[in-house]
């Protein structure tokens, strides 16, 4: 009797369906969803589930998460989002923020502001920040996050999860925290997402001071904290030339 390598026919697409709604609720939910999580939310028995999250793993459209518990996005799935985001880029913008990186040899990061979300759109390819999704889950531990909260002034403090001793919880402090964004044009973390990493962000604004992107340096907490004022001044100096740069073409 002869044999196939392929599942029986009508079962696929169903599998695949299945997949690929296993990875919408991963990227609604956020890093950390549980595999009991996804089961409850998408109405797939706890076996089919687990199979499904396993074989996604496997094939790195999913990872687990190391400090935190269940699943986030995976490098494949990275990889297609950055395909798509690298065109939103303008070769000038690249090569503004390609500079700073040679000036500065820190970690240089660009990302998206715009609609209250944020997403990379320049990662350093030497230097790989958290995933998109660690980052927007967990705005209050990053200075990019800070950035785009201090730019909301009708944030409501959703999940404050401790991700190191030295990240805010208190909303009263992330606030005297944004407070200070908004004064100085300028957030800072050191620590707060990761122990080895801190970082400084500055924000990009349109003509009309819409906030779209932000540009961070980052590296070890104390390097970052001692960052000179000349430094400083040549992030500044790049922000506000990408401001010209990117204009409407950040989305």
Same mark, same amino acid.
């Given at each position: ?34 595999? %009991? ?12 589930t ?5 074989? =996604?793993v ?5 990872v ?43 970690a240089?990061?660009?990302a ?6 944020? %997403? ?24 990019l ?20 001793p %030295? ?6 402090a ?15 973390q050191?620590?707060? =997402? ?7 962000a500055?924000?990009?604004?349109d ?24 430094v400083?001044? =040549? ?10 740069? =990117? ?5």
């Amino acid at each position: 009797m002869a044999t196939t390598d392929h599942p029986p026919a009508g079962r696929q697409p169903a599998a695949i369906r299945s997949a690929l709604t296993v990875l919408e609720q991963v990227a609604r939910a956020g890093p950390g969803v549980t595999a %009991r999580e996804l089961s409850t939310a998408l109405g797939l028995s706890p076996a089919t589930t687990y199979r499904l999250v396993n074989l =996604l793993v496997a094939e790195e459209y999913l990872v687990r998460l190391p400090d935190l518990r269940g699943f986030a996005l995976g490098r494949k799935v990275v990889e297609l989002a950055g395909a798509v985001a690298d065109s939103a880029v303008p070769a000038g913008a690249a090569d503004a923020v390609a500079e700073l990186r040679s000036r500065v040899r820190l970690a240089v990061h660009l990302a998206s502001l715009r609609h209250g979300r944020l %997403r990379m759109l320049d990662p350093d390819p030497d230097h790989p920040p958290s995933p998109d999704a660690v980052l927007a889950r967990h705005l209050h531990a990053s200075a990019l996050g800070k950035l785009l909260l201090a730019n909301q002034a009708d944030w409501r403090p959703a999940d404050l999860r401790r991700l190191t001793p %030295r990240t805010l919880r208190k909303p009263e402090a992330l606030e005297r925290e944004l407070d200070r964004v908004r004064g100085d044009q300028v957030a800072r973390q050191f620590g707060e =997402l990761r122990t080895d990493r801190g970082c400084v962000a500055m924000p990009v604004r349109d003509q009309d001071g819409t906030l779209i992107a932000g540009l961070a340096v980052s590296g070890s907490p104390d390097r970052i904290a001692a960052l000179s004022p000349a430094v400083l001044q =040549l992030v500044e100096h790049c922000a506000t030339n990408l401001a010209h740069l =990117l204009h409407r073409t950040v989305t």
